[in-house]
């Protein structure tokens, strides 16, 4: 693993079974009870990191009091999605999702005080399609959004860069951060899929132009193709920024046998993006990333992937 240094830690729980979108939804508890089986075998140097539920200041660090509310009240009235737009929920999601957010700040909080050197956070709902102000596709909360804003916050870092890998655009953590230089924002992801967002011509916004690097790829490209665009475009941007925390969207749905996504990427790809992650943080950021789980519907694909990520998140050979 990572040489006897600080170790790697993971947090998952079978709590986040309980957000239940329905039998046949491709977010379901089965593609988490898969992953959660996988992550159960890992070693035991691999620290298992605990969770708690985010505060609701917390969650207003990165979305709007009212839809906070108003998520809390759909939930409470048992409806069966968000009024907002698309997203599925039941009677358990606003707890889930609130634990699901502090899972991750936690992770931060272990990675900040030195106790681990990475984390990796299987948590759900998923999160980076939720804006300020609105649920989509299959998220509540932003929480690598919120993670931002609270190391900003809480630990007083000024420059904060988010990975996102997902096969999906981030539209949500891309509209949070659009107007704002300090955090840099990375998104690769399959052109021309939902949310029809992320084109290469959006670069942020007044103070935030060119904190923002969207890097679409087309259908049926594989993995070498974006460790190449990762390599021309991603990593001299993060070289550039500096930053002094690393964020990843670990959406595993560009694998080649996911049914929600186009590209044809292996699980060697996310080990290959994950050990370029690890050395950029381990130059400019003493080594400190979080990743958080977005999508992945294959389940047996998604532990396979997941558990390669979690393997170089403790590979610390220079690889850019």
């Known amino acids: 693993m990572n040489g006897g240094t600080t170790p790697v830690g993971v947090h998952y729980h079978a709590c986040y079974e309980r957000h239940d979108p ?38 207003l660090l990165a979305h709007e009091h009212w839809y906070h509310d108003l998520v809390y009240r759909d939930v409470e009235t048992f409806a069966d999605q968000l009024r907002t737009g698309d997203t599925a929920i039941c009677p358990e999601s606003y707890d889930v999702a609130r634990e699901a957010t502090g899972g991750v700040l936690a992770a931060v909080d272990a990675v900040m005080r030195g106790e681990v050197s990475r984390a990796f956070c299987a948590v759900r709902p998923p999160g980076h399609h939720a804006t300020a102000s609105r649920g989509m596709g299959f998220c509540v909360f932003n929480h690598v959004a919120i993670a931002a804003r609270y190391l900003q916050s809480r ?11 997902d096969v999906h655009h981030g539209n949500g953590t891309e509209s949070i951060f659009l107007e704002d230089p300090t955090v840099l924002y990375v998104s690769l992801h399959e052109q021309g899929l939902y949310p029809y967002t992320g084109p290469a011509s959006e670069r942020g916004r007044g103070e935030g132009e060119g904190a923002t690097l969207n890097l679409p790829l087309p259908a049926g490209s594989d993995g070498a193709f974006a460790l190449k665009t990762w390599d021309e475009h991603a990593a001299p941007a993060i070289e550039t920024f500096q930053p002094e925390f690393l964020l990843i969207s670990a959406g595993f749905d560009a694998l080649a046998s996911d049914p929600l996504g186009g ?37 047996a694909g998604l532990a396979r992937a997941a558990l390669a990520h979690v393997g170089a998140l403790g590979d610390e050979r220079r690889k850019t």
Not at 155 to 165: E, F, P, Y
């Open 155 to 165: 630990h007083h870092l000024k420059r904060i860069a988010i990975v996102d890998w």
């Open 22 to 59: 329905g039998a046949t939804h491709p977010e379901s508890p089965a593609r988490y009870r898969a992953l959660r089986a996988a992550l159960e075998e890992l070693p035991p140097e691999i620290v298992r990191l605990p969770g708690r539920a985010a505060t609701v200041p917390e969650i």
């Open 263 to 299: 590209l044809n990427w292996n699980a060697e790809t996310f080990a290959e993006l994950t050990r370029r992650c690890v050395s950029l943080a381990e130059r400019f950021c003493h080594g400190r990333i979080v990743s958080v789980l977005e999508g992945g519907y294959d389940p």
